[in-house]
C-alpha cells in the first residue's frame, strides 16, 4: 500500500500562489491515479483534480483555469499548483492514491489511501 504525505501550505494573500507536494512511498507511484481533494468545516471532501498514470489530467469545475495538477514519478511526487489564490480557496488539501486507471476517479471513496492533509489559508 503507498503512504502520502502533503506539504507546501500555509498562509497567502489574495491573488497569490501556492504549490502543493505530494511525497509517496511504499509502492510504485508511476502506477497509481493521483487525486487531489479539499475540505473546509462541515462540508465534505471535495475533488479537485486528477492524474492518472498516463499523465492525463481532470479538474472539476473550473479549477483548471487557476490550478494544475502535474507528478514527477521519478522523484515519487504529485504537486498542486494554484494560482491566482482567493479566500473560497482556504481549505485543508488532501492528497490520494487511487488505482491505476484511465477513467474519472473523483469521489473521495475511489482513493484508497489518503495523507493528514495540510491547510492553505488565503486571507488579507
Known amino acids: 500500500q503507498v503512504q502520502v504525505v502533503e506539504s507546501g501550505g500555509g498562509w497567502v494573500q489574495p491573488g497569490d500562489s501556492l504549490r502543493l507536494s505530494c511525497t509517496a512511498s511504499?509502492?510504485?507511484?508511476?502506477?497509481?491515479?493521483m487525486g487531489w481533494f479539499r475540505q473546509v468545516p462541515g462540508e465534505e471532501r471535495k475533488f479537485v483534480a486528477q492524474?492518472?498514470?498516463?499523465?492525463?489530467?481532470v479538474y472539476y469545475g473550473g479549477a483548471g483555469d487557476r490550478f494544475t495538477i502535474s507528478r514527477l514519478n521519478d522523484k515519487n511526487t504529485l504537486y498542486l499548483q494554484m494560482n491566482r489564490l482567493n479566500p473560497e480557496d482556504t481549505a485543508v488539501y488532501y492528497c490520494a492514491a487511487g488505482p491505476k486507471t484511465i477513467g474519472l476517479l473523483s469521489r473521495s471513496s475511489d482513493f484508497t489511501a489518503w495523507g493528514q492533509g495540510t491547510q492553505v489559508t488565503v486571507s488579507s
Open positions: 492524474i492518472n498514470y498516463l499523465g492525463g489530467k
Open positions: 511504499g509502492h510504485t507511484f508511476s502506477d497509481y491515479t
